[in-house]
C-alpha cells in the first residue's frame, strides 16, 4: 500500500494530463468532497499509519523470516524515496538522481 500511496503523491498530475485513470488523491477527493491539498494530506496520513504497522511488527522467529521482512519493508523504503519529490522514476530530476548517485556510485567516506 505504501508503495501505491507514494507512487500517486509522486505520479498523479502527470498521469492524469496523459490521460490515465484517476488515482487514490482524485478518488479520495470524489469520495470526501475535499480539495486536492486536504486528499494529499489524507494519503500522507495513510502512509504514515501503515509505517507504524509495519514497524510495529519486527519480532522474527527465524533468519529467513527476518530477511523475508527487510525485504517488504525496504520495498516501500524504496518507493517513498523515488516518489518524495515527484516522479522520480518516470521523469527523474536532480534530486532523485543524486541520492542514487549517493548510494550506488560515490564512494563511502569514513
Same mark, same amino acid.
Given at each position: 500500500?505504501? +508503495?501505491?500511496?507514494? @507512487? ?5 498530475? @502527470?498521469?492524469?494530463?496523459?490521460? !490515465? +485513470?484517476? &488515482? /487514490?488523491? #482524485?478518488?479520495?477527493?470524489? #469520495? /470526501?468532497? +475535499?480539495?486536492? @491539498? =486536504? =486528499? ?9 499509519? %501503515?509505517?507504524?504497522?509495519? %514497524? ?9 523470516? #527476518? %530477511? ?5 519493508? %525496504?520495498? $516501500? ?9 515527484? @516522479?522520480?522514476?518516470? &521523469? ?5 538522481? !543524486? ?6 556510485? #560515490? $564512494?563511502?567516506?569514513?
Amino acid at each position: 500500500m505504501i +508503495v501505491r500511496l507514494c @507512487d500517486d503523491l509522486g505520479t498523479s498530475k @502527470d498521469e492524469l494530463r496523459r490521460g !490515465d +485513470v484517476p &488515482k /487514490s488523491i #482524485e478518488c479520495h477527493m470524489h #469520495e /470526501s468532497g +475535499v480539495s486536492e @491539498d =486536504a =486528499a494529499r494530506e489524507h494519503i500522507r496520513r495513510l502512509i504514515r499509519g %501503515n509505517w507504524k504497522a509495519i %514497524n510495529g511488527d519486527r519480532s522474527f522467529t527465524s533468519r529467513f523470516e #527476518e %530477511n523475508l521482512k527487510m525485504i517488504a519493508i %525496504n520495498i $516501500p523504503r524504496m518507493a517513498q524515496c523515488v516518489y518524495q519529490y515527484g @516522479d522520480g522514476y518516470g &521523469k527523474p530530476n536532480g534530486i532523485i538522481e !543524486d541520492r542514487i548517485r549517493s548510494l550506488l556510485i #560515490e $564512494p563511502i567516506l569514513l
